[in-house]
C-alpha cells in the first residue's frame, strides 16, 4: 500500500536577505504548490525514486558514500533522528515547484522526504524536530540559509521570522490575493546570497543600509497584515524589491515583471527568494487579479499562478 506525505511551496513576501544578518522577514506558504513523498515498505533496502526517472535518486546502501547529496543528507539525519540503522522500503519523489525559482523547492523535497523516512521507519517526527533537520540540509543547498525557507515550508504557516529567535506565526485581517509569476531563469540563492556577503565585506556601510531598510519595510509590513490597510503593503513591496535590485541580486526579467505587474494595476511587486531569475509576486485583488495574470504571460512569465491567504476566521 503506498502512503503519502507533502509539503508546501513558500513565498517570501518581503524581506529576503536582509533575514540572513538578522533582520525580519515575511514568509506565506503556497499550499497548492507542493512537493511529495510517496513511500511503500517492502523487504528491501530503502530506495529513492524520482517520479521522471528510471534510475533511483539514492539507495540506503550508498547512503554515507554521498554525503553532499542534499537528498541522501536527509535520509541519513533523519535516520539517525529515528535511532533506526536499516530502513527498508522505496520512496518516489515528485514536485509541482519549480526547482531553482525561489519557492523553497529544496526545502519541500527535503520536508516530505523527512516525514516519509519517518514514516517507514515507523515514527512520526514532530515539525519542530523535522525543522531542525530540513535546516541542515538547506546548509549543503545555500551555505548560510537564515532558516525561513524550512520554517514556513515544515510548520505550513505564514511567519514573521527573525534568525535564531521564537517562530511567530501570523494572521491577516483580510485576504491576500497574490500573483506569482516565473520568469522561468534558474538561479542559485547560493550564489546570489554569497553575492549579498561579498557586497557586505566590500562596502559595509552601504550595503548595511540596504539591509536595514529592507528591515524597516518589514517592521511597517507587520502591523498593516494585522489591521489593515493590506493595499498599503504593495507600496512596501515594491520599495523592497528596489533595495534587492541596489543590492544586486535582481534581474532584467524580474525588473520587468514587476513593471508589467504594477502597469495591470497590482498594488506593488517584487523579486520572491534569492532573485536573479526564479519568481515574482505581486500584491493584487480579486477584481484585479485576471488582468495582472494576463499582463504577466504578455509580459513573458512562463508560468503564472495565484495565491490567496485567507484569515484564520475564514479558513477554520
Ligand atoms: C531564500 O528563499 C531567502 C534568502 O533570504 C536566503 C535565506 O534566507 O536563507 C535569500
Known amino acids: 500500500m503506498t502512503s503519502q506525505h507533502s509539503a508546501p511551496a513558500k513565498v517570501i513576501l518581503l524581506g529576503e536577505h536582509a533575514v540572513v544578518y538578522g533582520l525580519p522577514a515575511i514568509a506565506l506558504p503556497l499550499s497548492h504548490v507542493r512537493a511529495y513523498a510517496d513511500y511503500q515498505i517492502s523487504e528491501s533496502p530503502l530506495k ?34 529515528c535511532a533506526v540503522s536499516d530502513l527498508k522500503g522505496d520512496i518516489v519523489i515528485r514536485s509541482d515547484i519549480p526547482v531553482a525559482s525561489g519557492l523553497g523547492s529544496g526545502a519541500a523535497v527535503s520536508a516530505a522526504l523527512g516525514r516519509a523516512v519517518a514514516a517507514i521507519a515507523g515514527q512520526r517526527i514532530s515539525d519542530c524536530d523535522l525543522n531542525a533537520l530540513v535546516y541542515e540540509v538547506e546548509k549543503l543547498h545555500h551555505g548560510t540559509p537564515s532558516g525561513i525557507d524550512n520554517t514556513v515550508v515544515v510548520y505550513e504557516k505564514p511567519v514573521y521570522f527573525v534568525k535564531g529567535k521564537p517562530i511567530q506565526s501570523l494572521d491577516v485581517s483580510s485576504p491576500i490575493h497574490l500573483v ?87 498594488y506593488g511587486a ?31 512569465a512562463k508560468r503564472v499562478l495565484s495565491s490567496t491567504l485567507l484569515p484564520k476566521a475564514i479558513r477554520a
Open 48 to 81: 529513492v525514486w524520482a517520479d521522471t526517472r528510471p534510475d533511483p535518486l539514492v539507495q540506503w546502501t550508498h547512503i554515507t558514500s554521498c554525503a553532499s547529496n542534499p537528498l541522501a543528507a536527509m535520509i541519513r539525519l533523519t535516520a539517525e533522528h
Open 270 to 300: 517584487k523579486l520572491s527568494g534569492g532573485g536573479r531569475g526564479g519568481n515574482i509576486i505581486a500584491l493584487t485583488n480579486e477584481r484585479r487579479r485576471p488582468s495582472v495574470e494576463a499582463e504577466l504571460i504578455r509580459a513573458g
Open 180 to 266: 506569482v509569476a516565473d520568469t522561468g531563469v534558474a538561479a542559485s540563492t547560493r550564489d546570489a546570497v554569497a553575492h549579498v556577503r561579498a557586497q557586505l565585506e566590500a562596502q559595509p556601510p552601504p550595503t548595511q543600509d540596504l539591509l536595514d531598510g529592507i528591515g524597516a519595510l518589514v517592521r511597517q509590513a507587520h502591523p498593516l497584515l494585522k489591521s489593515g490597510p493590506i493595499e498599503r503593503i504593495g507600496s512596501l513591496m515594491t520599495r523592497n524589491h528596489e533595495l534587492l535590485q541596489t543590492l544586486g541580486v535582481s534581474s532584467r526579467a524580474l525588473d520587468d515583471l514587476v513593471a508589467a505587474s504594477i502597469a495591470a494595476g497590482a
